[in-house]
């Protein structure tokens, strides 16, 4: 089957650096995505991942292992606008993006 | 570049009614997605189209239809509403299939 697994709620405060982690079983692999969604918008695209390895981008990293089935986002510097709710994808074989329930991230002073 | 554009941003029906929504594309996009999000289930796929074909579908009951035009814009159908059909539906478009998606506003639907 396929399935997305990422934790529901992180708390972090501003400045600091966390790491939102994902794990994904798909039939067939094609790629990993992460998304910023704020509340009551849509999803943002920010990252895409289908070698090993890290993709950084200014404060945004994104980190795939493919033979463990695993990912995370990495955030630093914190700011207060990074409150949001983070979708990891995984687009298999199928060619359907598959998407985790998403982990809130809440920010604080 | 224009992003992604979904007419109507809002829709209140009541149950039994049909309603039809619509999305445009990022200009030179020719796939269009559509997934239905609800705060229980999350983002679900709903069907994916390219070239006026439908190449993927979700696990959605027949109620739930779409078509994409010769021009890359795309709709979908749902007839005879229920209330758990409430939701933001979400249209995304791409290059091609298999390619990075980009989100409009969405669309949010309220079944009375």
């Known amino acids: 089957g396929q399935n997305i697994d990422q934790p529901t709620e992180m708390t972090a405060t501003e400045g600091a650096i966390v790491q939102i982690n994902c794990t994904y079983q798909?039939?067939?692999?094609?790629?990993l995505f992460w998304y910023q969604q704020h509340a009551g918008e849509a999803p943002t695209f920010l990252s895409y991942?289908?070698?090993?390895g890290l993709e950084e981008k200014g404060r945004f990293s994104s980190f795939l292992s493919r033979s463990k089935g695993y990912s995370y986002l990495l955030l630093k510097e914190l700011q207060m606008k990074d409150s949001a709710s983070y979708l990891c994808?995984?687009?298999?074989?199928?060619?359907?993006?598959?998407f985790g329930q998403g982990t809130t991230l809440q920010v604080k002073p | 570049k224009a992003g992604v554009t979904q007419t109507p941003r809002y829709l209140i029906k009541t149950r039994g009614q049909q309603v039809t929504l619509s999305c445009s594309p990022i200009?030179?996009?020719?796939?269009v997605s559509w997934y239905q999000q609800t705060p229980g289930q999350g983002l679900q796929f709903l069907f994916e189209?390219?070239?006026?074909?439908?190449?993927n579908k979700g696990n959605f009951p027949g109620r739930f239809s779409g078509r994409q035009f010769s021009n890359s814009r795309s709709e979908m159908n749902v007839s005879t509403l229920e209330l758990g059909d409430s939701a933001l539906y979400l249209c995304?478009?791409?290059?091609?299939?298999?390619?990075?998606?980009?989100f409009g506003p969405g669309t949010r639907l309220l079944v009375l």
């Open positions: 995304a478009s791409s290059f091609g299939p298999q390619e990075t998606q980009y």
């Open positions: 798909t039939s067939g692999f094609n790629g």
């Open positions: 991942n289908v070698l090993d």
């Open positions: 994808a995984a687009l298999g074989n199928t060619g359907k993006l598959i």
């Open positions: 200009s030179g996009h020719r796939s």
């Open positions: 189209y390219f070239s006026e074909t439908q190449r």
